[in-house]
């Protein structure tokens, strides 16, 4: 594992990582079956595929493989039975199963590495397995569903501004919003009317004769 791309050592990568998800996960399974189980365990003295098989020790098998994969799928999420089937993360499951469960709160249990199928499980029992109709038949992993999904989201950002842009340029330039990159024609403040002012006359003096 070591020798793997991208492997760190000290908190530095030593190599640059170039592995996809699927070639790790080939690369992990290999190292496991090929190397890890074949050689001498320091705690147990042996192989670990020796111990595994000696002493005629069986290990305690899940019944179905539905039950196997509770086991193995452990990303669960809850979700409700629409008329159209589930959703999840954008995407629409449907099993004609599904039709005498709508309203209903159901378990869905996936792999993230191909979130085209996912498991349906109501009130902890296996009910049945829904595919997304736009993916049948495809491998897609649920960081492919999420990077699809920004990536439509910048560019639907990306349009709205194109488009707010043309609309800005077909506005008067007064009715165009501050910053839109146009100059804004500046509108004369209109003058307060003054209301003529009252010319008061003024108080005559009055006086008084006083004979002598």
């Known amino acids: 594992m070591a020798e793997l791309p991208g492997n760190l050592r000290n908190g530095k990568p030593v190599s640059p990582p170039r ?8 690369a992990i399974g290999t190292y496991i079956v090929a190397t890890y189980n074949v050689r001498p365990h320091r705690a147990i003295g042996v192989p670990p595929v020796d111990a595994w098989r000696g002493d005629g020790w069986l290990s305690r098998m899940p019944e179905t493989l539905e039950e196997l994969d509770a086991l193995l799928v452990m990303v669960a999420k809850p979700r409700i039975v629409h008329r159209d089937g589930i959703r999840f993360e954008g ?13 209903e709160p ?4 996936y792999d993230p590495r191909d979130v085209g199928e996912v498991r349906i499980f109501h009130r902890n029992v296996f009910l049945c397995r829904a595919v997304s109709p736009d993916h049948a038949g495809l491998s897609i992993t649920l960081k492919d569903v999420q990077a699809a999904r920004i990536a439509y989201r910048r560019r639907l950002r990306s349009e709205i501004g194109e488009r707010k842009a043309r609309v800005a340029d077909y506005l008067p330039a007064i009715l165009r919003p501050l910053g839109s990159g146009s100059v804004r024609a500046s509108t004369p403040k209109p003058t307060p009317a003054t209301s003529p002012e009252v010319t008061r006359s003024k108080p005559r003096l009055r006086t008084y004769y006083e004979g002598e």
């Open 91 to 103: 995407l629409r499951y449907f099993n004609p199963t599904l039709a005498a469960y709508v309203g």
């Open 19 to 26: 592995l996809t998800l699927p070639e790790l996960d080939a």
């Open 106 to 109: 159901v378990t869905i249990r």
